[in-house]
């Protein structure tokens, strides 16, 4: 059974940083692109970062220049570093793990982060 698990959210002030981590079991992380989504109350799940089997990454706008996704096959293990938090990147973080060729998608449970002012 495969399972991905978060970790790293918490409570922090505007203007810190946390580290995310998410960490699969029951596959190897290798064959999947890599994605953090983050849904805020009220608002619909929106994609965060991504990074391709191949390393490739991408970043929705609001984010860029402060948070860095990368990915460690070896461990199964991709992270969300975080950086220059605002209020308004106050949500709930979810990891996916996808792979089209072979129809395969996969979320983790999430974890909340809360940015005060």
């Known amino acids: 059974q495969v399972q991905l698990v978060e970790s790293g959210g918490g409570l922090v002030q505007a203007g810190g940083s946390l580290r995310l981590s998410c960490t699969a079991s029951?596959?190897?992380?290798?064959?999947?692109?890599l994605a953090w989504y983050r849904q805020a109350p009220g608002k619909q799940r929106e994609l965060v970062a991504a990074?391709?089997?191949?390393?490739?990454?991408d970043y929705v706008d609001s984010v860029k220049g402060r948070f860095t996704i990368s990915r460690d096959n070896a461990k199964n293990t991709v992270y969300l570093q975080m950086n220059s938090l605002n209020p308004e990147d106050t949500a709930v973080y979810y990891c996916?793990?996808?792979?089209?060729?072979?129809?395969?998608?996969?979320w983790g449970k999430g974890t909340l982060v809360t940015v005060s002012s």
């Open positions: 996916n793990a996808e792979n089209l060729l072979i129809h395969l998608n996969f």
């Open positions: 029951g596959t190897t992380f290798s064959i999947y692109n």
């Open positions: 990074i391709t089997i191949g390393g490739r990454t």
